[in-house]
């Protein structure tokens, strides 16, 4: 009996590991949200064909001399630039940058986005202004320029869009401050999202960027509304807590009273008629312009923070906590099981059956045999 029961217990363990060498070893999965490397446009999409190579570089002022450090404020990573033709003859010319994420790709596109534009739905979003398309989709922003529109170039401008590989989780989130710019009275495509001091520069604005102060983490978002007395501005400013922003707020009203009494030292700031300012929640809200003190007032008015307040809880849909998986693996133990028990049976039959024959020769109170009952 001691032989029997060392030999199953040597088949269980063999048939075990087997088992347990044959599992899958893990992998590694890259982190979400990574920006993607490689080449940002394809060698062919929709009919055009890439001609040579396409020319990269990681410099900011390559990829535009005028604005290499607004390109840099926005996260600017590297950009191509390619030309493609067609079997008609058309040619394209297509420069692409890419940013950390899709915030820096939305920033940039509403730098370069001109009020003349007309909004077209390629991509993220689009405009379009006579042969030139510029669009982003996810941390990507392409300027498109053809030498001959046809009936199809937006359609194929869609299909590079979805050729492109953007980045994914929260890296892909736009901004949620340009939601708060009210739509009564807005001029078309005039909304610039600002990450930087070079930036607001560029675009102008009616407090100098020393009292936006970018080193605290805010992002600005202007926009052209029209008034009675003309077209005035509309800035919002978010910090990342009120107590912040209630700090700025008053260091603004401090400086545009020292500068409206022309104190030796004041900051500059922009000849704009009405002047009004407010906090809401991390939000500091300007309206400077022509405007009456009622129409400056409305546009304060109509802003008002609302916090969103969300509880991210897992959800248990990973491969571990599938129901579905749990079920399969649960079928998979048992016929493990089975098998295993079938195994010990063979094995402990067999030896039993071997034993019988060792001893057959032998008196029949040496032989092994199994204690049975005989009930009637």
Same mark, same amino acid.
């Given at each position: 009996? &001691?032989?029997?029961?060392?030999?199953?217990?040597?088949?269980?363990?063999?048939?075990?590991?087997?088992?347990?060498?044959?599992?899958?070893?893990?992998?590694?999965?890259?982190?979400?949200?990574?920006?993607?490397?490689?080449?940002?446009? =394809?060698?062919?999409?929709?009919?055009?064909?890439?001609?040579?190579?396409?020319?990269?570089?990681?410099?900011?002022?390559?990829?535009?001399?005028?604005?290499?450090?607004?390109?840099? #404020?926005?996260?600017?990573?590297?950009?191509?630039?390619?030309?493609?033709?067609?079997?008609?003859?058309?040619?394209? &010319?297509?420069?692409?940058?890419?940013?950390?994420?899709?915030?820096?790709?939305?920033?940039?596109?509403?730098?370069? &986005?001109?009020? #003349?534009?007309?909004?077209?739905?390629?991509?993220?979003?689009?405009?379009?202004?006579?042969?030139?398309?510029?669009?982003?989709?996810?941390?990507?922003?392409?300027?498109?320029?053809?030498?001959?529109?046809?009936? %199809?170039?937006?359609?194929?401008?869609?299909?590079?869009?979805?050729?492109?590989?953007?980045?994914?989780?929260?890296? +892909?989130? *736009? =901004?949620?401050?340009?939601?708060?710019? =009210?739509? !009564?009275?807005?001029?078309?495509?005039?909304?610039?999202?600002?990450?930087?001091?070079?930036?607001?520069?560029?675009?102008?604005?009616?407090? !100098?960027?020393?009292?936006? $102060?970018?080193? +605290?983490?805010?992002?600005?978002?202007?926009?052209?509304?029209?008034?009675?007395?003309?077209?005035?501005?509309? %800035?919002?400013?978010?910090?990342?807590? =009120?107590?912040?922003?209630?700090?700025?707020?008053?260091?603004? $009203?401090?400086?545009?009273?020292?500068?409206?009494?022309?104190? !030796?030292?004041?900051?500059?700031?922009?000849?704009?008629?009405?002047?009004? /300012? &407010?906090?809401?929640? !991390?939000?500091?809200?300007?309206?400077?312009?022509?405007?009456?003190?009622?129409?400056?007032?409305?546009?304060?008015?109509?802003?008002?923070?609302?916090?969103?307040?969300?509880?991210? #809880?897992?959800?248990?849909? /990973?491969?571990?906590?599938?129901?579905?998986?749990?079920?399969?693996?649960?079928?998979?133990?048992?016929?493990?099981?089975?098998? *295993?028990?079938?195994?010990?049976?063979?094995?402990?039959?067999?030896?039993?059956? *071997?034993?019988?024959?060792?001893?057959?020769?032998?008196?029949?109170?040496?032989?092994? #045999?199994?204690?049975?009952?005989?009930?009637?």
């Amino acid at each position: 009996m &001691k032989r029997v029961s060392i030999l199953a217990f040597f088949l269980i363990s063999f048939c075990v590991c087997s088992f347990a060498t044959g599992s899958k070893p893990p992998t590694l999965v890259p982190a979400a949200g990574a920006v993607a490397s490689g080449p940002i446009l =394809p060698a062919e999409f929709g009919g055009w064909q890439l001609q040579g190579t396409a020319q990269s570089s990681k410099d900011p002022g390559v990829a535009d001399p005028a604005n290499g450090a607004v390109l840099k #404020e926005y996260g600017f990573q590297d950009f191509e630039a390619a030309t493609y033709t067609r079997d008609d003859g058309r040619t394209l &010319k297509i420069r692409a940058a890419r940013f950390a994420d899709a915030s820096g790709a939305y920033g940039a596109f509403t730098f370069y &986005k001109q009020p #003349e534009m007309l909004n077209e739905k390629i991509g993220s979003q689009a405009s379009s202004l006579n042969n030139r398309v510029l669009f982003y989709t996810g941390n990507v922003l392409v300027d498109a320029v053809f030498n001959r529109l046809s009936a %199809m170039s937006a359609a194929e401008l869609r299909e590079l869009a979805s050729d492109i590989p953007t980045v994914r989780g929260a890296s +892909a989130n *736009l =901004p949620g401050l340009p939601t708060y710019l =009210p739509k !009564p009275s807005y001029v078309k495509n005039t909304a610039k999202y600002i990450l930087g001091p070079a930036t607001l520069e560029r675009v102008g604005s009616p407090i !100098p960027a020393q009292l936006v $102060d970018f080193n +605290a983490g805010a992002e600005v978002v202007l926009g052209t509304y029209n008034s009675s007395g003309g077209e005035g501005t509309l %800035m919002l400013i978010s910090y990342p807590t =009120p107590q912040i922003a209630g700090e700025h707020l008053r260091r603004i $009203d401090a400086a545009h009273q020292a500068n409206q009494q022309q104190q !030796p030292g004041a900051l500059p700031f922009q000849e704009v008629g009405t002047f009004l /300012d &407010k906090r809401t929640g !991390p939000i500091v809200v300007i309206a400077a312009g022509p405007y009456a003190q009622s129409e400056a007032k409305d546009l304060l008015t109509s802003i008002n923070y609302d916090a969103d307040v969300t509880w991210n #809880e897992n959800t248990f849909q /990973d491969k571990k906590n599938n129901l579905a998986n749990l079920l399969v693996n649960i079928i998979i133990l048992c016929g493990i099981l089975i098998g *295993l028990g079938l195994v010990a049976g063979i094995a402990f039959g067999g030896l039993r059956v *071997l034993l019988h024959r060792w001893f057959s020769g032998k008196d029949s109170s040496e032989r092994v #045999e199994f204690i049975s009952l005989h009930l009637e």
